[in-house]
C-alpha cells in the first residue's frame, strides 16, 4: 500500500541555529525525539524505549533550515521525514515544519505522534 504525504507546523519560541542542533544532531535528537541515539556518518540508529531500534540515514541538510532523513525500511522508496525551520519574514515567528508519510489509516495518528514529539522538543528547551 503506497502512503501519503503530511505536513504539521508547530511554533516554537527559539532561534534556527538553537533548534538545529535539537533536529539534527545526536545529543539533540536523544532530547526528544528517542531515548537515545549514535550516529556513524549519514547513520542514524534511533533506540527507543524498551530497546528496540530503527535505522535512518541524513539525506540532505541545510544549518539552520532544515534536515531530512530516511528510514533504513524505507530505503529503495520516495518516503523521507523532515523537519524544517521557519521563520516568518514579517514577524521573526520560528516555526518546526515536519514532513511525513503514513499509509491513508494511520495519517491521524503519525500526525499526534509528532505533535507529542514536538511538545516534548518544546518542553525540553523551554519554548
Not at 76 to 81: G, I, L, Q, R, W
Request: glycine letters at 4%; zero cysteines; charged letters at 35%.
Amino acid at each position: 500500500m503506497s502512503k501519503k504525504k503530511f505536513e504539521i507546523e508547530v511554533s516554537v519560541n527559539a532561534s534556527p541555529s538553537f533548534l538545529y542542533n535539537y533536529i539534527a544532531t545526536p545529543s539533540g535528537l536523544s532530547e526528544w525525539f528517542a531515548e537515545n541515539v549514535n550516529s556513524r556518518g549519514e547513520k542514524f540508529t534511533f533506540i527507543w524505549d524498551g530497546g528496540y531500534e530503527d535505522v535512518a540515514y541524513l539525506v540532505r541538510s541545510k544549518y539552520d533550515e532544515y534536515v531530512r532523513y530516511r528510514w533504513e525500511y524505507d530505503e529503495d522508496t520516495k518516503y523521507y521525514f523532515e523537519i524544517r525551520i521557519q521563520v516568518d519574514e514579517l514577524t521573526n515567528d520560528v516555526s518546526l515544519v515536519v514532513t511525513d508519510f503514513a499509509e491513508d489509516d494511520d495519517i491521524d495518528e503519525a500526525k499526534d505522534l509528532w505533535r507529542s514529539q514536538l511538545e516534548d522538543l518544546k518542553h525540553t528547551i523551554g519554548s
